[in-house]
């Protein structure tokens, strides 16, 4: 693995090997809270779109590594605003740093800074496209929470249109024996045509409009993405069409996640029942960071 762009380059494998490390990481976390595997080197984080977990969990997986970590959150004090192009951004950065995170909102980015880079490049979410290392902490959660991914039962809800989490995620549990996928959301925001095209005939999938996660594992919510959208009133048309509640859930042995941020797609008083796994998910980015940083420097030296 020279970069992690999309999911559409990992196989199986490679998934189950980077969970492993995963696991490893998060003892490590446990037991001492850092270790040197990556002292002395530098990470750079290069965010052309608003993070909270993601560009944080990536600077702790650095730093607990033994790393440091530079990079901007804000564009407008960088010399993209005098012109400059991504592909002459990523050149330098790459001369600067051993391994790089990029978030952009465009769609291969991410892609594109990978060609012009001389250091693993990883995609931090591109536009509506991918999040990869989202997708990974998920698979983890998923494995961590529940037990298994193969013959999960899950239930996606929201904006599948513009959501980049549950692309990724949907193309890797293709890749896993008897899973089911149950895609919720209004007309408007369904999954995209060609990632169904992707993983039909590999999974067993159903589209609907109303809520039923009844003989799911995983309920995984989702925001909707105003940001994303053309027109801001076709988001009001939709904004807060579901919202999770205590109720929906009841004594259901079920595992509820979402990527966050949450907008008011789960009420606030879910946070506190059993089922509700979402902000240990974000932890579980730091360990499964952890094993990508570490896992992609060690190949990039092979
Ligand atoms: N889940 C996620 O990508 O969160 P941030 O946008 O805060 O990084």
Redesign the pocket.
């Known amino acids: 693995m020279r970069h992690l762009i999309s999911m559409r380059d990992i196989g199986r494998e490679e998934i189950l090997n980077i969970l492993d490390e995963s696991e490893r990481m998060e003892a490590i976390l446990n037991e001492k809270g850092h270790c040197d595997f990556l002292n002395g080197r530098i990470l750079a984080t290069l965010f052309y779109e608003?993070?909270?977990?993601?560009?944080l969990s990536f600077e702790t997986a650095m730093k607990r590594l033994g790393g440091n970590v530079i990079g901007f959150t804000d564009i407008s004090n960088t010399s993209v605003t005098k012109g400059e192009s991504l592909a002459d951004t990523i050149k330098v950065i790459s001369g600067y740093s051993d391994l790089i995170a990029i978030?952009h909102p465009s769609e291969g980015a991410a892609r594109l800074s990978s060609e012009n880079s001389k250091v693993p490049v990883i995609n931090?979410?591109d536009g509506s496209n991918q999040?990869p290392t989202?997708t990974l902490l998920d698979l983890y959660t998923i494995k961590r929470e529940v037990g298994h991914i193969e013959n999960l039962k899950i239930a996606f809800i929201g904006d599948l249109k513009y959501g980049r989490?549950v692309h990724s995620l949907c193309q890797a549990l293709s890749l896993f024996k008897g899973v089911e996928i149950k895609l919720i959301s209004p007309d408007e925001l369904k999954m995209p045509r060609e990632v169904i095209e992707d993983i039909a005939g590999k999974i067993k999938l159903s589209e609907m409009a109303d809520v039923d996660i009844d003989d799911v594992d995983v309920v995984y919510m989702t925001r909707i993405q105003k940001e994303r959208f053309v027109d801001v009133n076709e988001y009001y048309k939709v904004k807060g069409i579901y919202r999770l509640s205590k109720e929906h859930i009841g004594e259901k042995n079920v595992v509820i996640m979402h990527?966050?941020?949450r907008v008011d797609e789960i009420d606030s008083e879910v946070d506190n029942i059993p089922q509700a796994r979402y902000f240990k998910q974000?932890f579980y980015g730091v360990p499964v960071r952890m094993a990508i940083l570490k896992l992609l420097f060690e190949d990039s030296v092979k």
């Open positions: 608003p993070s909270t977990r993601t560009r978030r931090a979410g999040h989202q989490t990527p966050l941020p974000s």
